[in-house]
Nanobody
Framework: QVQLVESGGGLVQAGGSLRLSCAAS????????MGWFRQAPGKEREFVAA????????YYADSVKGRFTISRDIAKNMVYLQMNSLKPEDTAVYYC??????????????????WGQGTQVTVSS
């Protein structure tokens, strides 16, 4: 069984920062990339950022580019999302997910097979 566990969410004022972490554990699984998605109430789950596991190449949604940074620690089997200059519209549940294959696009939730339970991020104005 594969487990992805997010942590680091919380309440922060606009302009503040948070760092989310995602720990992967369990049996060996195919991993091409890891991604972060978010879902606000009443909205669809949307892509935030992704990182290729081997090369470290990164990809971002336009809405977070320049404010968020995704990184990974291969030795620790961890993925991080550093979020700076947070805005109220960043409020959502944030999920990390595993993309097993090199095919497909990073921004589609359907390309990911394992998901964490999510961590709430709330940005007050």
């Amino acid at each position: 069984q594969v487990q992805l566990v997010e942590s680091g969410g919380g309440l922060v004022q606009a302009g503040g920062s948070l760092r989310l972490s995602c720990a992967a554990s369990g049996r060996t699984f195919r991993r091409y990339a890891m991604g972060w998605f978010r879902q606000a109430p009443g909205k669809e789950r949307e892509f935030v950022a992704a990182i290729r596991w081997s090369s470290g190449s990164t990809y971002y949604a336009d809405s977070v580019k320049g404010r968020f940074t995704i990184s990974r620690d291969i030795a620790k089997n961890m993925v991080y999302l550093q979020m700076n200059s947070l805005k109220p519209e960043d409020t959502a549940v944030y999920y990390c997910a595993n993309k097993p294959l090199w095919t497909g696009v990073y921004y589609s939730p359907g390309e990911y097979d394992y998901w964490g339970q999510g961590t709430q991020v709330t940005v007050s104005s």
